[in-house]
């Protein structure tokens, strides 16, 4: 699937359904992007999609993966190079964004299980470290604020786990980031040390009463724990 687009410095967006990875229609790619490809879509089925002893509870890593592999709504695309360009990659990324939401469905209960994720094959963990993280650091406010999440992940990734601190599930064998609709089982992501104010009241008016008992519940600790604030950063500066 190629789709033509503006403001970016790629003339056209590639995208790649996981199913014609399995079926080998693949065209336009060189043998080491389908490669690249292959490796992730392995992990994603290896990883992604089975239980774990250290993931702290039970289920999948994942419990969306494989729903978003049966329904043909999991996307690849591959960029090359061994560095990561800010000014560059925030234009292209910001591109896949608005061309994930054009993609069907869009509203359907099915939309949550859509998700494309951008390969760095030849980014080394090292690399990905500081450079994918600032990326995924930069951008993730704005997505945030239009509903979706953007994940970084790559070998070696420090994150923890929400349920075991021990596990860490965003790692990958090849750096690259997610990105999918935000669901209420996200609000650990979007405060604290991985997030701020604004994101947490982007998650509150999307949500609102829609929000599970188990992340009430997540609240409330970090209520008690101060971890938690609903001032966003403009009216802290204009207090000052």
């Known amino acids: 699937m190629s789709v033509s687009t503006n403001g970016s410095k790629q003339s056209a967006l590639t995208l790649i359904n ?8 693949l065209t336009g790619l060189s043998d080491f992007e389908v490669n690249a490809c292959k490796t992730i879509l392995r992990w994603a089925q290896e990883f992604l999609c089975k239980p774990n002893p250290q993931l702290g509870r039970e289920g999948p890593v994942c419990p969306f993966t494989q729903p978003s592999l049966h329904h043909r709504l999991f996307w690849l695309t591959v960029r090359r190079g061994s560095s990561i360009d800010l000014e560059e990659s925030s234009q292209v990324v910001d591109a896949y ?8 469905p869009r509203t359907e209960s099915d939309s949550l299980l859509k998700t494309i994720l951008i390969v760095f094959p030849e980014v080394s963990a090292v690399t990905a470290r500081t450079e994918l993280e600032a ?3 930069k951008l993730k406010p704005d997505f945030v604020k239009r509903g979706l999440m953007l ?3 790559y070998e070696g990734c420090p994150e923890p786990g929400l349920w ?5 599930p965003l790692q990958s064998p090849l750096p690259l980031l997610a990105i999918r609709n935000m669901v209420p089982s996200d609000f650990p992501f979007l405060h ?3 997030g701020n104010a604004d994101m947490l009241i982007a998650y509150l008016n999307r949500f609102g009463k829609n929000i599970p008992r188990e992340v009430k519940q997540l609240m409330v600790e970090a209520l008690e724990s101060s971890d938690l604030t609903l001032q966003p950063k403009e009216s802290t500066n204009r207090e000052r």
């Open 151 to 153: 994940g970084q992940f």
């Open 18 to 25: 996981a199913s014609q990875i399995e079926s080998e229609e």
């Open 192 to 194: 604290g040390k991985r």
């Open 97 to 104: 964004r608005e061309l994930f939401l054009e993609l069907e």
């Open 164 to 168: 075991n601190d021990s596990f860490h």
């Open 135 to 137: 990326l995924q650091k």
